[in-house]
T-cell receptor, first 114, second 112 residues
Framework: EPEVTQTPSHQVTQMGQEVILRCVPI?????FYWYRQILGQKVEFLVS????????KSEIFDDQFSVERPDGSNFTLKIRSTKLEDSAMYFC????????????FGEGSRLTVL | QKEVEQNSGPLSVPEGAIASLNCTYS??????FFWYRQYSGKSPELIMF????GDKEDGRFTAQLNKASQYVSLLIRDSQPSDSATYLC????????????FGTGTRLQVTL
């Protein structure tokens, strides 16, 4: 069964360092998302991406964040200068079409900022 | 008013009982409603979706939607210990690449 894959599964970094989280969405999907979940809190929307551009972003997704689809398969989230409060599980998700609604989530990348 | 409100629980039900999970939402434009299950330390997985007012049944799960009251619920019949998880209510937004907005989730514990 096709699945969304994310790497790394866990990354530890120092405050102020740049981090890139990678995702390979399901191959025929057209819409891509990043969500994050701080430990013990709800799953929060960060950004949606379609047709090689950002469709929507939340207040969390400030200038420190960026997304890119550098080739036909990868979808990346970059955090330019990490802060302690960026420590969270980051989930990538994709869906085939906007009307289907079902998001397929990857297993997540746990980011720990020290 | 929060966009999506759920009782955080934990909701404790004995094995074999019916678990009832509730959710209210604020965006009257939401057309689609999704219930995701999240096991501790894992990613959310879709278990049910509903578009129309009324009930929708899928196996042991029944989703109920009342758009006038902005209320959606999930019933789990014959609850099993493996149903113990956090259940996330997620109305969809509108527009291209519409996002899902998740509630805080209700933690369900099915006891033996």
């Amino acid at each position: 069964e096709p699945e969304v894959t994310q790497t790394p599964s866990h990354q530890v970094t120092q405050m102020g360092q740049e981090v890139i989280l990678r995702c390979v969405p399901i191959s025929n999907h057209l819409y891509f998302y990043w969500y994050r979940q701080i430990l013990g809190q709800k799953v929060e929307f960060l950004v949606s991406f379609y047709n090689n551009e950002i469709s929507e972003k939340s207040e969390i997704f400030d200038d420190q964040f960026s997304v890119e689809r550098p080739d036909g398969s990868n979808f990346t989230l970059k955090i330019r200068s990490t802060k302690l409060e960026d420590s969270a599980m980051y989930f990538c998700a994709s869906t085939e079409g906007v009307n289907t609604g079902e998001l397929f989530f990857g297993e997540g990348s746990r980011l720990t900022v020290l | 008013q929060k966009e999506v409100e759920q009782n955080s629980g934990p909701l404790s039900v004995p094995e074999g009982a019916i678990a009832s999970l509730n959710c209210t939402y604020s965006d009257r434009g939401s057309q689609s409603f999704f219930w995701y299950r999240q096991y501790s330390g894992k990613s959310p997985e879709l278990i049910m979706f509903i578009y129309s007012n009324g009930d929708k049944e899928d196996g042991r799960f029944t989703a109920q939607l009342n758009k006038a009251s902005q209320y959606v619920s999930l019933l789990i019949r014959d609850s099993q210990p493996s149903d113990s998880a956090t259940y996330l209510c997620a109305p969809s937004g509108t527009g291209t690449a519409s996002k899902l907005t998740f509630g805080t989730g209700t933690r369900l514990q099915v006891t033996l």
